[in-house]
């Protein structure tokens, strides 16, 4: 089987869909002219060459002339941990000041809707930092996956690095991936019998739930109310009772 790069995660640290392209191209070319580029991506000549200019802008393209021509060269992409360092330098910078202005709002929503890998990324982790020592989930499914292994790594190690203890109720699709992961430390695992398999999946974080829809595009909401926290938690509690290891 081919294997097949997710290159969404380009796009996650800011790159457009033509510069993905452009830049992949020039890696699997070499040093190119603009030529080569164009016939690579199926992409205008008007678009490669200002996606070229935005590549060398952010320093993940170089360039020298030939003559009238000008020779485009890819950066390492090693070199792409340093861009995404410097965004996040910058990024802080100006963090308190946002922070401050979220503060200014004395009225903040009880429940809001997520659409997209995006957003149920952004609903993880307000569920990371919602408090508490306990993360329970009810009902996580195999499309679940679909965030990738790394990102389901990184999040756990988060949590275990805060000493959040979780119980994870996961159906049983989930299995065989679970326990060959082997990343879910400080955590016990539990699973719904065979034939149970809903895409949608909840997790209680101190006063907060999270209600994640798997579908192709998923779909999250997050309520923070503590009175729908505990019947959420309580809810779990009589799943967890009767689910097996």
Do not use: C
Not at 144 to 149: A, N, P, R, V
Request: hydrophobic letters at 35%.
């Amino acid at each position: 089987m081919k294997y097949i790069m997710d290159t969404e995660i380009l796009a996650d640290i800011g790159l457009t869909n033509s510069e993905i392209k452009v830049y992949i191209a020039l890696l699997e070319l070499g040093a190119s002219t603009a030529g080569p580029i164009l016939d690579k991506t199926g992409l205008h000549n008007s678009v490669v060459h200002m996606t070229l200019n935005k590549l060398i802008e952010k320093g993940l393209v170089s360039f020298s002339k030939e003559g009238k021509r000008k020779q485009y060269q890819p950066a390492n992409p090693k070199h792409i941990i340093e861009y995404i360092e410097q965004k996040k330098e910058n990024f802080q910078k100006i963090l308190p000041e946002l922070l401050a202005k979220q503060g200014l709002s004395k009225e903040k929503p009880e429940v809001t809707t997520f659409r997209g890998k995006k957003g149920i990324r952004e609903i993880l982790f307000e569920l990371l930092d919602a408090g508490g020592k306990e993360h329970h989930t009810i009902g996580s499914p195999k499309e679940s996956i679909m965030l990738g292994d790394a990102f389901w790594i990184d999040y756990h190690k988060q949590r275990a690095k805060r000493k959040i203890q979780a119980k994870l109720l996961l159906n049983e699709s989930l299995r065989a991936w679970s326990k060959k992961s082997g990343y879910y430390s400080f955590a016990d695992l539990k699973y719904y019998e065979k034939g149970f398999e809903p895409l949608s999946e909840t997790i209680i974080r101190n006063d907060k739930v999270g209600i994640l829809i798997w579908t192709e595009k998923p779909i999250g909401i997050l309520i923070q109310n503590k009175e729908a926290a505990d019947s959420y938690e309580k809810y779990f509690q009589f799943l967890w009772k009767k689910a097996k290891s």
